[in-house]
């Protein structure tokens, strides 16, 4: 199978807690795929039942986000023209007919309404982090986003494992050295039970999962993150794309199964149980095993190894 369009990148190093940067192509900002328009359908939804939860904003940030949404207009006119059209005063929707000005109202919601991807408007405050001043967020994993609003960025990060001590300095350093001409992406991955883009509840229940479904029930979860600095206002500019897709799917990429397993085995135990991972490793890993094998040419059974979950750390 020809490597998906989102990026694999448990597939390119092993793993490390680490901001794992790259260079961001004008052209590669916005992702449009096949599920655009039951996410954008789903955007407005959430929207309109609990706009509460996907969307916050100071008056700090209007500049940015009217900034924001130009820049985004101006980069579907130019990179998206099957979908969207340039016209003098923005953009219209090819689809639908609908016309988007620059001068919107609520200009971060007409950004994020027009795209699968969430937006969040940071600042530097006067300690030097940099804070969350506005977003537009439908599809939270496991966290709030009322309970982030005008947080910096080591509270926002709280309960990722080693991100205060390792990663807090280096990643306001990096957001102060961001520059508009360089651009950077990075991406995440975590497995989980429930394929729902929006889950804020940061409540953690085990999944329930069984070997005869893993297949199917199990789904693999990836975060493309974009950075780039807006020019007039200097706000950051993070967007999110959020793509999933079950176990059975992405083992049809060669490959992807002996990447996953090498880098579970690599987590450290903090960081497996973070991501709720330690209680389904004894299903997981021989899953991942016996189809790499089998793509290997070497049987059925592989090199499977069903082993504690107390020993995948390392």
């Known amino acids: ?27 590669e900002w916005i992702d449009i795929d096949r599920h655009y328009d039951h996410e954008i359908e789903l955007k407005r939804d959430l929207l309109g039942a609990r706009p509460e939860a996907v969307f916050v904003h100071d008056p700090k940030a209007d500049l940015a986000a009217r900034e924001l949404l130009s820049l985004l207009i101006d980069h579907l006119g130019r990179y998206h023209e099957a979908q969207f059209e340039a016209i003098p005063t923005g953009l219209r929707v090819r689809r639908t007919g609908e016309e988007v000005r620059k001068d919107a109202p609520a200009p971060l919601v007409t950004a994020g309404l027009l795209v699968q991807e969430d937006f969040i408007l940071l600042s530097k405050n006067a300690e030097g982090s940099y804070v969350l001043e506005s977003a537009f967020l439908c599809f939270p994993m496991r966290w709030r986003l009322r309970e982030k609003f005008l ?29 508009p ?76 199964c002996a990447a996953l397993a090498a880098r579970l085995r690599e987590m450290p135990e903090s960081m497996l149980r973070y991501k709720n991972l330690m209680a389904v490793l004894p299903l997981v890993l021989p899953w991942l095993d016996r189809r790499a094998a089998l793509e290997a040419g070497c049987g059925a059974e592989g090199q499977g190894i069903a082993v504690e979950a107390g020993a995948m750390v390392g």
């Open 1 to 27: 199978m020809t490597r998906p369009s989102f990026p694999l990148v448990f597939m390119d190093r092993p793993w490390q807690l680490a901001m794992g940067l790259n260079k961001l192509e004008p052209s």
């Open 151 to 179: 947080q910096p960025m080591r509270a926002i990060h709280q309960p990722v494992p080693g991100y205060a001590e390792r990663l807090s300095n280096p990643v306001d350093r990096f957001f102060a050295s961001v520059t």
């Open 181 to 256: 001409e360089r651009p950077v992406w990075r991406a995440n991955w975590s497995f989980t039970d429930d394929p729902t883009l929006f889950q804020p509840d940061t409540r953690r229940k085990e999944m329930e999962l069984e070997a005869a479904t893993l297949g199917t029930s199990l789904h693999l979860r990836v975060e493309k993150q974009t950075l780039r600095r807006l020019p007039e206002s200097h706000f950051v500019a993070f967007g999110v794309h959020t793509y999933v897709c079950s176990l059975d799917e992405i083992s049809t990429v060669t490959g992807a």
